[in-house]
């Protein structure tokens, strides 16, 4: 798995383990203030979250050369 890092960032692929960091950030109104999917309601926010992770990586995987996902700040 291709990634970059460094003292205070990491640069990777989405994994599957990335659902319960993803949850709370996609149903976060502010943070989904200007997205046309909106926050995600908080009884679907665990299913929804899953889908729109799977989404994220096989779009990466079929579409993308730069193969490199989320950004962590460390």
């Known amino acids: 798995?291709?990634?970059?890092?460094?003292?205070?960032?990491?640069?990777?692929?989405?994994?599957?383990?990335?659902?319960?960091?993803?949850?709370?950030?996609?149903?976060?109104?502010?943070?989904?203030?200007?997205?046309?999917?909106?926050?995600?309601p908080k009884d679907q926010v665990k299913e929804v979250t899953q889908g729109t992770l799977q989404f994220f990586i096989t779009h990466w995987q079929q579409h993308c050369k730069f193969e490199l996902g989320p950004l962590c700040l460390r």
């Not at 960032?9 to 200007?34: C, F, G, H, K």
């Open 1 to 40: 798995m291709p990634q970059i890092e460094t003292v205070r960032l990491l640069l990777r692929l989405y994994t599957s383990q990335d659902l319960d960091e993803l949850a709370p950030i996609l149903s976060n109104p502010a943070v989904m203030r200007y997205s046309p999917r909106r926050p995600i």
